[in-house]
């Protein structure tokens, strides 16, 4: 599980991830809610596999 860690920071850091570009505060909150739509598509997917395997 570290070596996963390690290798995610190393991208983040190679592909600029770590550094925020947003500028203006609109643009920020479309990504903010841009993030929590995916992570809660995510989950929903997630959710659903799983009841499909145990029901």
């Given at each position: 599980m570290?070596?996963?860690?390690?290798?995610?920071?190393?991208?983040k850091?190679?592909?600029?991830?770590t550094v925020?570009?947003?500028?203006?505060?609109?643009?920020?909150d479309?990504?903010?809610?841009?993030?929590?739509?995916?992570?809660?598509?995510?989950?929903?997917?997630?959710?659903?596999?799983?009841?499909?395997?145990?029901?």
């Amino acid at each position: 599980m570290n070596r996963l860690i390690n290798t995610f920071r190393l991208f983040k850091q190679t592909l600029g991830w770590t550094v925020s570009k947003v500028r203006d505060p609109h643009t920020a909150d479309l990504w903010a809610w841009l993030l929590i739509a995916a992570q809660l598509r995510l989950r929903q997917r997630a959710w659903f596999s799983a009841r499909s395997v145990l029901g």
